[in-house]
Each structure stands twice: as structure tokens, then as C-alpha cells.
């Protein structure tokens, strides 16, 4: 038997019964698949339903992250891998080299029908720096949050810095601040839609918060006992944060 990570108009499709939630399992596939299919190991298969398919009544789009709080997490980080592949499959249909169409080489490659090159799913590292100040942690809101949930300074890693360089980068752009004794947190994949997400810690050494370039809308320094809404599992935010507040 197999189970699929089913994907259509981008939402993640589960089987229910009653109030528990799982990936579908089933020899074939259960609901007609349009596109090419990805093998996430030997009983996991990944594609994107028929665009005309009706959904069995048991079966129900989710959002990808909503899924968390439903299905195992083993099964979250494969739906999470096969969105990743999906989403890169979609996007790379033509070489970037020679303009010629694309077609599947490896499991998780693809190669040029005409000059031959070969590409793979490329990843987007990003860093998460949480910022102390003694007691303190710095917590900030971005214009482009969704809810209103203060999270940690965060950017793109660009070409020719180290990650060290990028979190030191990317606090001081955005809230003017110098830090120090930057360390490695932990990392975690984040399939929105192909992101490495790369935590560190780091402490204040100088600088008042200022919101520079306009990615913030607001932040501060908050106490254990006294902060905002945080952002909710599982993001790397999240588990950064919680390792703060559970300090002594």
C-alpha cells in the first residue's frame, strides 16, 4: 500500500475519519493524477490531482501548514517535501541556458532536451536570529505577517556571506542594531515554497531600534513574563523562542 501526498490548487489533500486525519493510503492512486509523480521512498508518492477530479467524501484540502495540527508529523514533513519537488517540477519547465524544454532525468532531476544540462531542486537559505539584551529577547512584527504575532529578525542569505555575516547583515538592516557572540540555533525545512530556514542566537552589543528598511512595523525588547504573541508551531520561530522562554 501506498500513501500519497495529493496536492490541488495548492492545498494539501487528507483522508478523514471522524476527527483523525491522515495521509490517503491505497495501492493506486485514489484520485486521478495530472503531471508527473515524485517518490518520497518506497510507499510514498507525491503529485498534483486532475484539476477536473471530484474529491471522494472523506477527503479534504488542506492548507500545507493547517496540516500540521492534524496529521503525524512524519507524514507533515513528507507532505512537505513532495510540495517542494512539486512546486520545482512546475516551475522549471524550460532550461535556463538555451530556452528548450525540460524533461525528467533522475527522481529528482531534470535535464534539457536539447544542450543536455542537468538541474536539481535548488533550496533558498534563509537565517532566524534571536537577539537577546540580558533578560530580554528581541521580538518584531513584518509588514508582510498575516497575524499579528511578533516573530525574530529574519533574510535570504546572499551571495558571498557567511551565515554569520548574513544575521549580523540583516539585524543591523533591519533595526539598526549591532549584535555579538552569534551562535548556531538549529534549522529546519520550510516548504514555502522551498526554504532552509538556518536559526541563530545572538546579543545586543549597541544601536537603538530603528525600522530601516521598511520590512518592520514594529518590535522591541521583551521580558519572559511580559511579551506578544508569538508565532505558532512548527516553525523554527517558534521552537527558538520557547528555548528562550524556558531559560531559568
Known amino acids: 500500500m501506498n500513501r500519497w501526498v495529493l496536492f490541488c490548487d495548492g492545498r494539501l489533500i487528507v483522508e478523514h475519519e471522524g476527527d483523525q486525519y491522515r495521509l490517503p493510503v491505497s495501492e493506486d492512486a485514489p484520485i486521478s493524477i495530472e503531471g508527473e509523480i515524485f517518490k518520497l521512498g518506497e510507499d510514498c508518492i507525491a503529485g498534483f490531482v486532475d484539476s477536473e477530479a471530484i474529491l471522494p467524501p472523506n477527503f479534504e484540502p488542506l492548507d500545507l501548514r493547517a496540516s500540521y495540527a492534524c496529521i503525524a508529523e512524519e507524514e507533515y514533513i513528507l507532505a512537505g517535501k513532495g510540495w517542494e519537488l512539486l512546486f520545482w517540477d512546475s516551475h522549471t519547465r524550460f532550461c535556463g541556458d538555451c530556452g528548450s524544454k525540460m524533461r525528467r532525468h533522475s527522481v529528482i532531476s531534470k535535464i534539457c532536451s536539447r544542450c543536455?544540462?542537468?538541474?536539481?531542486?535548488?533550496?533558498?537559505?534563509?537565517?532566524?536570529?534571536?537577539?537577546?539584551?540580558?533578560?530580554?529577547?528581541?521580538?518584531?512584527?513584518?509588514?508582510?505577517?498575516?497575524?499579528?504575532?511578533?516573530?525574530?529578525?529574519?533574510?535570504?542569505?546572499?551571495?558571498?556571506?557567511?551565515?554569520?555575516?548574513?544575521?549580523?547583515?540583516?539585524?543591523?538592516?533591519?533595526?539598526?542594531?549591532?549584535?555579538?557572540?552569534?551562535?548556531?540555533?538549529?534549522s529546519q525545512a520550510w516548504p514555502y515554497p522551498a526554504n532552509l530556514m538556518i536559526g541563530f542566537t545572538a546579543?545586543?552589543?549597541?544601536?537603538?531600534?530603528?525600522?530601516?528598511?521598511?520590512?518592520?512595523?514594529?518590535?522591541?525588547?521583551?521580558?519572559?513574563?511580559?511579551h506578544p504573541s508569538i508565532p505558532t508551531p512548527p516553525s523554527l520561530a517558534r521552537t527558538m523562542i520557547d528555548s528562550w522562554l524556558n531559560e531559568k
Do not use: W
Not at 133 to 152: Q, S, T
Not at 177 to 182: D, G, Q
Not at 203 to 226: P, Q, T, V, W
Open 116 to 186: 543536455g544540462r542537468e538541474i536539481f531542486p535548488q533550496l533558498s537559505p534563509a537565517v532566524l536570529v534571536l537577539v537577546s539584551k540580558g533578560e530580554e529577547a528581541l521580538l518584531v512584527h513584518a509588514r508582510n505577517f498575516k497575524r499579528p504575532f511578533y516573530g525574530l529578525v529574519a533574510g535570504f542569505v546572499e551571495t558571498g556571506e557567511s551565515l554569520e555575516e548574513c544575521v549580523a547583515r540583516e539585524v543591523m538592516e533591519e533595526t539598526n542594531l549591532r549584535v555579538k557572540n552569534i551562535k548556531y540555533f538549529g
Open 203 to 226: 546579543e545586543y552589543e549597541s544601536g537603538e531600534i530603528k525600522f530601516a528598511d521598511h520590512e518592520l512595523s514594529d518590535g522591541g525588547f521583551f521580558s519572559r513574563d511580559n
